[in-house]
Structure formats: C-alpha cells, structure tokens
C-alpha cells in the first residue's frame, strides 16, 4: 500500500519559530500531496510534488521528496497560530487512492 | 462558492436505520471520492468515481452504498446503521484520477 506515515506525531512550537513534518513511504510513486485538516473541518490541500521533483516552496511552505529514501519533508517557516491543525502526507501511484497516515498534530503556541 | 459541498453537516440517527448523504462538487471534476475519519483521525478512503463510473471500493459493508447520477454529484446512503458506523464522512473531488483533492465539509454521523 501507499501509505504515508507521518513523524512526529504531535509537535509543539512558539510563534515564529520552524516547524518540520516527515512522511516515509513505501512504494513507488507519481507523486505526494501534504494537506492541513483545522479541528472539524475537511482537509486542504497544500503541496503536491512529482516525483521528478526535488523541492517545492508555496509562500512559507517548503516540500522536500527524496525518492530514493521514499520520504518527503514540510517545513512551515515562521509558523503563526493560524497554522495550528493536524498534518497529512499522501503518496500517490496509479488511481488517486490516497492513503493518508495518523498525521502530525501541529500546535503553535502565541 | 462551495467547491464542494455535503449535507447534511450533522446527522444523528438510531441504529438500525437507513440513511443518506449527499455530495456534490461544482468545480468541473471528473473524480468524486468518499472517505471515513474515525475517532482516532484516520482517514479512509471507501470509494471512487470516475465520470459516473465506480474505480475504487475499499473493503466496506455492502451495507455502504455509492450512488452517482452525474458526475458533480455522489451520494452515500447507508442502510442498517450500526454503531461502528459513527464517523465523520468526507466527500472529495479531483479533475482526474491522479490529481489534488479537494475535500467537502463533513458529515458527523453519529448512531445511537
């Protein structure tokens, strides 16, 4: 299967400081998407990089892929307390059946 | 505009019932999904529809049952309500089968 599983499982910062997730996987894949659930509500999507791809920056997100070690990093820099939610890495090969992990629970502290 | 929306939001209902969620996505999309967040966060996927047409269905009770009329809209209904079945649903679109998903709200089904 492809699921991703994400480290740590819960971390805890101040604002204004970094915050780095890692995603492992086991299989070959198109490509890995990171998405953010809020506490009730559905998941967005943030990051989808190819698996030609090395890196990828979207405003203060920044993805890393390392597919010869099948895993894959976000880094939120100068994370505020709007980043607070939970944390999901999905890899995806064939059909989009993505198989998202426990996630990581972000809390970023005012 | 809701790209995607599900109704209802809450739904409480006693065992044994059967019931209905509705998904519908006006974002042009030919992939629908369905997914199942438990109580300890993981998600789930249950099924997938490409332009009307079932490409997956995960191991789910054939109680669960999917039906698309048209491809903005894929609906869940649900027969002989069990307590297992408390979850939080998640309908989700994407333009084709290997792209970004864009998930729906939510719907709390809570079976008493």
């Known amino acids: 299967s492809q699921q991703g599983e994400e480290d740590p499982q819960a971390l805890s910062i101040q604002e204004g400081e970094n915050a780095t997730m890692n995603c492992s996987y086991k299989?070959?894949?198109?490509?890995l998407q990171w998405y953010r659930q809020n506490s009730g509500r559905g998941l967005v999507h943030l990051i989808l990089?190819?698996?030609?791809?090395r890196e990828k920056h979207s405003g203060r997100l920044r993805v890393t892929l390392d597919t010869s070690k099948k895993s894959s990093s976000l880094l939120i820099t100068a994370s505020r307390a709007a980043d607070t939610a939970s944390y999901f890495c999905?890899?995806?090969?064939?059909?989009?059946?993505?198989?998202f992990g426990a996630g990581t629970r972000l809390a970023v502290h005012p | 505009d809701t790209a995607v929306s599900q109704t209802p939001k809450y739904l409480v209902t006693q065992m044994g019932n059967d019931k209905s969620i509705k998904c519908e996505q006006n974002?042009?999309?030919?992939?629908m999904y369905w997914y199942k967040q438990d109580s300890k966060k993981f998600l789930k996927i249950m099924f997938s529809?490409?332009?009307?047409?079932?490409?997956i269905n995960e191991t789910v009770p054939n109680r669960f049952s999917p039906k698309s009329p048209d491809k903005a809209h894929l609906n869940l209904h649900i027969n002989s309500l069990e307590l297992g079945d408390s979850a939080v649903y998640f309908c989700?679109?994407?333009?084709?089968?290997?792209?970004?998903?864009?998930f729906g709200p939510g719907t709390r089904l809570t079976v008493l």
């Open positions: 989700a679109s994407s333009p084709g089968a290997i792209d970004t998903q864009y």
């Open positions: 299989t070959s894949i198109n490509n």
């Open positions: 990089i190819r698996s030609n791809e």
């Open positions: 999905a890899p995806s090969g064939g059909y989009n059946k993505l198989i």
């Open positions: 974002l042009g999309h030919d992939t």
């Open positions: 529809y490409n332009n009307k047409e079932l490409i």
